[in-house]
């Protein structure tokens, strides 16, 4: 379906960390419409990676590793490749979707399980790899904090988990007052949300704007919909994760509006 120039006329505020939503506003841009960048995450390393070395002592004798995200990957693996010039033989890898696995190729890592349809944890913890894990240990690579889903999974089928935390994230923002600039201008028609934790923050920040039940939510999982979508906002819910859907999924705000 050629949507080009589909966003013509359409302002969107996107809310990835920065370096993260620089393809996507730049695609937006090329079909015609106007981005405003709101970050409500920012990653950042540690403050202390003791905990974390500690944890990359048990990977010796670990049989999966899996990586929930591509900032988990990149935060981690340069001091996995520091421990373990040579990876232990035994471990086997996989992902939470493509992208996650693309960034563990630069390390020698390309034999990488991944789902095959939505990325995210139920749908990697559908596979029949992840299904006879019993007696297996299994190290999930992540930001601090996060959904215990996969924990929680492995462990009913009888796997022992360990958690390596290699970045945090925090909201950058205290309040929305840029983009109640662009809405008393006439120039906010939409945000992009991709993540549960920045759609918390944007609720908080948000809660008594004007705009808030006026502009349009383009999100990239029905999980992060459940929230707006309990208070009767406006929300669109991308078909797969990635720029592309996610331009498909903006490509219908001049349809519904």
């Known amino acids: 379906m050629n949507t080009q120039r589909s966003l013509q006329g359409l302002h969107i505020a996107v ?32 403050d202390d990676y ?19 995200s591509s900032n988990a990957v990149d935060f981690a693996m340069p001091r996995v ?12 890898f996989a992902a939470i979707g ?22 995210d944890s139920e749908t990697l913890m559908s596979l029949p790899e992840m299904q006879n894990v019993a007696d297996k240990t ?15 999974t492995l462990k009913a089928r009888g796997a022992q ?17 840029l983009l109640d600039h662009y809405w008393q201008q006439g120039k906010l028609d939409a945000l992009v949300v991709t993540s549960s934790e920045a759609m918390r923050y944007l609720l908080t920040l948000a809660d008594k704007a004007p705009w808030l ?6 999100v990239n999982h029905e999980r992060i919909a459940e929230l707006p979508k309990a208070r009767g906002l406006k929300v669109l819910v991308a078909e797969a994760p990635g720029d592309a859907a996610m331009m498909q999924c903006l490509s219908t705000l001049n349809v519904s509006s």
């Not at 003791?50 to 929930?68: E, G, M, P, R, V």
């Not at 493509?98 to 095959?116: C, F, M």
């Not at 988990?161 to 007052?177: G, K, L």
């Not at 039940?213 to 383009?218: K, R």
Request: include cysteine.
């Open 213 to 218: 039940a006026h502009v349009t939510l383009c």
């Open 138 to 152: 299994v190290m999930i690579f992540r930001g601090v904090g996060g959904r215990e889903l996969m924990a929680d």
């Open 81 to 92: 490749v520091e421990h373990y010039p040579q990876l232990p033989s035994q471990l086997q």
């Open 15 to 46: 809310t990835r960390p920065l370096a993260q939503a620089q393809s996507l506003s730049a695609a937006i841009a090329q079909q015609g419409g106007s981005t405003v960048s709101y970050p409500l995450l920012a990653v950042t390393a540690l």
């Open 50 to 68: 003791a905990q974390f070395n500690q944890q990359l002592t048990k990977l010796a004798t670990t049989d999966w590793a899996i990586f929930i």
């Open 98 to 119: 493509p992208q996650t696995a693309e960034a563990l190729a630069p390390y020698g890592v390309d034999n990488v399980l991944i789902p095959h349809q939505r990325y």
């Open 161 to 177: 988990v360990y958690f390596a935390e290699s970045y945090q994230r925090i909201n950058p923002q205290t309040d929305t007052r």
